[in-house]
């Protein structure tokens, strides 16, 4: 597959696997999914477990399979989790574990080094909005709820963004 090599890095996205807490999946389970969802591939660069370990999965320098209009300018980590418990009604839920949010912080820290000007951004965060920056709807409503919780107030405290 031909594709032009991701250089222009702007946004730095944050997804999560939307699976419940129990269910401790990796790349294998999700390049397994996005294949039947007529990828070639695992749609993210990177897959963190519920144990804070990390799985690669498309090349850093390939762009990815994740956030429709913004792919050729982003780079993907998964968190595994994300949705309630139960894992019966879908509901979002902020259930990764410290090891996950500490790994995480560790990853976009290793980006934002070598794209310095790019955003930290929830999945949700770009899939309201236009790639003009417009919104799809007014501003504050939700289409997504990806990745459960709102990611830049939170890389803020960690010192990842201004």
């Known amino acids: 597959m031909n594709y032009k090599p991701l250089t222009?890095?702007?946004?730095?996205?944050?997804?999560?696997?939307?699976?419940?807490?129990k269910m401790d999946i990796g790349v294998k389970e999700i390049?397994?999914?996005h294949?039947?969802?007529?990828?070639?591939?695992?749609?993210?660069h990177v897959v963190i477990r519920r144990n804070g370990s990390v799985e690669f999965g498309r090349p850093l320098g390939q762009?990815?399979?994740?956030?429709?209009?913004?792919?050729?300018?982003s780079r993907a980590v998964c968190l595994v989790g994300g949705v309630d418990v139960a894992g019966n009604s879908g509901k979002?839920?902020?259930?990764f574990t410290p090891a996950q949010f500490a790994t995480l912080y560790d990853v976009l820290h290793a980006?934002?080094?070598?794209?310095?000007?790019?955003?930290?951004?929830?999945?949700?965060?770009l899939f309201d909005r236009n790639p003009d920056g417009s919104y799809k709807k007014q501003p504050g409503q939700r289409l997504k709820d990806c990745p459960s919780f709102d990611v830049q107030p939170w890389a803020k405290l960690q010192g990842l963004l201004p």
């Open 111 to 125: 980006w934002k080094d070598e794209f310095p000007h790019a955003d930290i951004v929830g999945h949700r965060d």
């Open 63 to 73: 762009p990815g399979a994740h956030a429709a209009d913004f792919n050729s300018v």
């Open 92 to 95: 979002a839920e902020n259930n």
């Open 35 to 44: 294949r039947a969802r007529g990828f070639f591939s695992i749609g993210y």
């Open 8 to 21: 222009d890095v702007r946004y730095l996205v944050v997804h999560c696997s939307a699976t419940p807490a």
């Open 31 to 33: 390049d397994l999914w």
